[in-house]
């Protein structure tokens, strides 16, 4: 167990519709990644939050956002969803963002019908 | 941009065997680090190993060592007696050495690996 936990586990939802997934990083850990697991595109970087503010930013769709709140848990909401929008989200964290490594949660399986 | 190249989509080791699994990597840093985090069919993202590039020795953590290689770019994971739990799929990933606060982790596409009984 890394001490990262995201949920759900697993969503199945439709095309068109809007999903929010959850992340609670390590205790002390002050930053939050996501990434996308797809089997067409692999593993990916999607963004950063440190300490509540963006950090960075790699493939992410303009469909999706992310936020990171106070106590530090950080959401990726993804809207106007399409077919290949279906993959593994994972969330990691670490302990200030910079060259510490990273620990994932078990991810959320999304399935978009 | 970094890449990092993983030529081996699957391999197939004997339980007690020991087996090297291949990376290579392309970049123009000086300073980075080196990882192989481990998914088993629970999905999970394991950390299994890291390597600081300014270090010349190569990590080891238990029956998992590297042999890394920097002015190749080559970074390979040695199993040494190979354990039915460690059928998995093995990435190899890279990360640029900043020291801020800003950083990602860059995938290969993987290596399943399976130990048979």
């Known amino acids: 167990d890394s001490g990262v936990t995201q949920t759900p586990k697993h969503l199945i939802t439709a095309t068109g519709q809007r999903v929010t997934l959850r992340c609670s990083p390590r205790?002390?850990?002050?930053?939050v990644y996501w990434y996308q697991q797809s089997l067409d595109q692999g593993l990916q970087f999607l963004i950063q939050?440190?300490?509540?503010?963006?950090?960075a930013k790699g493939n992410i769709l303009e469909r999706f956002s992310a936020q990171q709140f106070p106590d530090l848990h950080s959401e990726l909401n993804l809207s106007s969803l399409e077919l290949g929008d279906s993959a593994l989200y994972f969330c990691?964290?670490?302990?200030?963002?910079?060259?510490?490594?990273?620990?994932f949660g078990p991810g959320t399986r999304l399935l978009v019908l | 941009a970094q890449t990092v190249t993983q030529s081996q989509p699957e391999m197939s080791v004997q339980e007690a065997e020991t087996v090297t699994l291949s990376c290579t990597y392309d970049t123009s840093e000086s300073n980075y680090y080196l990882f192989w985090y481990k998914q088993p069919p629970s999905r999970q993202m394991i950390l299994v190993i890291r390597?600081?590039?300014?270090?010349?020795q190569n990590a080891t953590e238990n029956r998992f060592s590297v042999n890394f290689q920097k002015a190749a770019k080559s970074f390979s994971l040695k199993i040494s007696d190979s354990q039915l739990g460690d059928t998995a799929m093995y990435f190899c990933a890279f990360m640029k050495r900043r020291g801020g606060a800003t950083n990602k982790l860059i995938f290969g596409t993987g290596t399943l690996l399976a130990v048979q009984p």
């Open positions: 205790s002390g850990d002050l930053s």
């Open positions: 990691a964290s670490s302990v200030s963002g910079g060259d510490e490594t990273q620990y």
């Open positions: 939050y440190y300490n509540g503010e963006e950090r």
């Open positions: 390597q600081e590039a300014y270090k010349q």
